[in-house]
């Protein structure tokens, strides 16, 4: 199969060779030359057209945001951004995402062995999403996973006939991944003040979730935060799993709450949809709402199988509103859904269920 071509733009001369090998070693990315800055990326393409590229935020001669606005101006081409954990690179790479970027990365750094391997991983599965976006012709993913694959199980054990439901508060668990960001302003913008518990996991870097949030909280009816350990689940509230942790919805008598924990990549991520959709099995059972949202690969689609067969009523997004229609597409196939339904569908539909 053709291989992916990557154009790696980056003002860092180590960052560039660091991304370089990591997504080389992947048998279907093919890398090109890379370009220091935006002019000299420019002169690449004229040569070669990539599939995706991925770009610095914060560049001498011309910053990333201002070449995005070019490139999907001119020749939309899938970008995935490249940023530091800074405060002010995680505000500006989250705009990117509102002028077309597809995805957001965190800079690898020279570290441990095991963060370089998880950045391998999530490097290169990034590039893959967005070879795969609605913006362009899609790239069939093929062959091997480039590491194991964890599931749930590492971070919980599967719930049992005896699911603890003896409550009739609703609440309502949210994954999605690639295109993401956009999907969930749209629901969340329509929820009113008073809305059901809501937790969420977005496929996002470490530093990446508090801003998003935060942006969230400023556009929405309800309070929109950064989940953080032992926090309650309220009505009017929705909570974001941090980057890199995983997080899970909990209950103690009445009082429903989350846990943020760390553990491994399970369905090659943290925080993973499958461990918080496994969590709502196991402590909310058929009072439970589930929604998965656009994303590529399958986290949280046995997670919502497992919510289903817990009497939770669950919903995917359907194809045409979807970025990328993998992580839908697999709870579907997986007997996961109850419903499929467009976007724009999904707040009015969670309503309703909660009653």
């Known amino acids: 199969m053709k291989k992916i071509k990557v154009l790696i733009v980056d003002d860092s001369a180590v960052v560039r060779q660091t991304m370089a090998d990591i997504l080389a070693s992947d048998p279907h990315i093919e890398v090109m030359a890379p370009a220091a800055d935006p002019f000299i990326a420019a002169e690449r393409m004229r040569e070669q057209v990539p599939d995706v590229i991925t770009l610095d935020v914060e560049m001498p001669r011309m910053d990333g945001i201002t070449f995005l606005k070019k490139i999907m101006s001119q020749h939309p081409i899938p970008v995935v951004m490249c940023s530091t954990l800074t405060e002010g690179g995680s505000e500006t790479a989250l705009k990117a995402l509102e002028y077309g970027a597809v995805e957001i990365i965190q800079k690898p750094k020279l570290g441990t062995k095991q963060f370089l391997e998880e950045s391998r991983v999530r490097i290169c599965d990034a590039v893959k999403a ?117 997080t899970l919805l909990k209950r103690s008598g009445a009082r429903y709450y989350v846990e943020i924990k760390d553990g491994p990549l399970v369905s090659r991520h943290r925080p993973s949809v499958d461990v918080l959709f496994r969590s709502a099995a196991r402590y909310a059972g058929k009072n439970a709402v589930g929604v998965i949202m656009t994303g590529m690969g399958d986290d949280g689609a046995s997670g919502m199988k497992e919510m289903r067969d817990a009497g939770a009523v669950t919903i995917a997004q359907d194809e045409a509103t979807c970025v990328v229609f993998g992580m839908p597409n697999e709870a579907i196939k997986r007997g996961g859904a109850d419903r499929v339904i467009p976007l724009d569908a999904i707040a009015r539909e969670v309503l309703r269920l909660c009653g």
């Open 130 to 246: 967005a070879s795969q976006a609605r913006l362009r012709r899609i790239t069939p993913r093929t062959g091997k996973e480039i590491a194991p694959k964890l599931s749930a199980d590492v971070i919980l054990e599967k719930p049992g006939s005896k699911a603890m439901i003896q409550t009739t508060e609703k609440v309502v668990v949210v994954g999605a991944s690639t295109g993401g960001t956009e999907a969930l302003r749209v629901f969340l913008e329509g929820l009113p003040a008073d809305s059901p518990p809501i937790v969420i996991v977005q496929h996002m870097p470490e530093g990446f979730t508090r801003a998003f949030a935060q942006r969230l909280d400023g556009i929405c009816r309800i309070t929109v935060k950064e989940a953080a350990d032992n926090d309650t689940v309220l009505r009017g509230r929705a909570l974001i799993a941090p980057g890199n942790r995983h």
